[in-house]
């Protein structure tokens, strides 16, 4: 499949989707949106995808936000429906999706890019990287999941600081703080990105997927996290993956995990 506005590629078990819109900083327009939820349901269905890693493209911008020039003359109405459409075609899909997520955040994360770096599992930033929520300098908020999510990652505080001032921090802040996981130079990124999706390619698909579930559910209103791990450690005894992996570890050899 042949997209406009994004790149995909793949190696092994790894697929890196690249955001690819460098004249606009790799803006977030509703064909972008469009064609990210398309790539992930592609790579939903590609049994040899086990991890994927998202980017932007270019050395400035990993997203610069939401399109402004697609919503500038938005009503009441078109704006709950922008934010409700992006939040369950993207940025909620991102966080629920099964198979691992890594943000490369490789420059300019601002609004919709940080709340999208933010939906990813798991985040490393470029030592030019900045991020913030400037949505209140528009006259607006976070609309795809900003104002949850943020506060999640670096706590209530900070997440308001950030929010009210629209405030940009650095890399070595937003790691200091909790918000990307680790920051390299630029020139590193990808590999640094990459080492760590070999990492996740030898474990267990079904496994990680079981742990995705349940690491979500512990931040879902009503759901007791707990519970849901009981229930997801269970279902794991219930795969090949799982038979695979223990007779490995007694035989003394490597796994090789189907995913089934
Ligand atoms: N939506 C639409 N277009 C955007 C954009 C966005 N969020 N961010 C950048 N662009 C476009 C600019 O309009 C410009 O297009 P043009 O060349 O056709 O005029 C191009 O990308 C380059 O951006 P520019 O502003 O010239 O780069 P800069 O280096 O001077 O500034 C930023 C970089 C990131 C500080 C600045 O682009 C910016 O503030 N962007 C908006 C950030 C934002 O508010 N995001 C939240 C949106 S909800």
């Known amino acids: 499949m042949s997209f406009t506005n994004i790149l995909t590629e793949k190696k092994g078990g790894l697929l890196t989707i690249t955001i690819n819109r460098p004249e606009k900083l790799n803006a977030l327009n509703r064909e972008t949106i469009q064609e990210l939820n398309e790539a992930l349901n592609l790579a939903h269905h590609d049994e040899e995808v086990r991890c994927l890693i998202l980017t932007g493209s270019g050395q400035k911008a990993f997203v610069a936000g939401a399109d402004i020039s697609e919503f500038a ?5 078109e704006g709950r429906k922008l934010s409700h459409d992006g ?3 993207l940025f909620d899909k991102l966080e629920n ?3 691992p997520v890594i943000a490369a955040v490789n420059g300019f994360a601002l609004g919709g890019g940080l709340e999208l770096a933010m939906a990813c599992h798991i985040r490393i930033a470029s030592d030019n990287a900045k991020m913030g929520l ?3 300098s528009l ?3 976070p609309g795809y999941g900003g104002t949850q999510r943020l506060p999640m990652l670096i706590g209530r505080g900070r997440a308001n600081q950030l929010i009210f001032s629209a405030e940009m921090i650095n890399a070595e802040t937003a790691a200091s703080w909790g918000l990307v996981n680790k920051t390299v130079p630029q020139e590193q990124l990808l590999a640094e990105c990459e080492a760590l999706a070999d990492k996740i390619c030898k474990n267990s698909p079904k496994a990680i997927a079981f742990a995705i579930e349940a690491v979500n559910a512990g931040f879902e209103d009503g759901v007791n996290g707990y519970e ?3 229930d997801a450690f269970g279902r794991a005894f219930g795969t090949a993956d799982f038979k695979e992996g223990t007779t490995a570890f007694l035989d003394k050899r490597k796994p090789v995990f189907a995913g089934k």
């Open 97 to 99: 999706f099964h198979k």
């Open 73 to 77: 003359h938005f009503s009441v109405e």
């Open 139 to 141: 006259g607006v908020i």
């Open 134 to 136: 400037p949505e209140v």
């Open 87 to 89: 939040q369950v075609k």
């Open 228 to 230: 849901a791990e009981i």
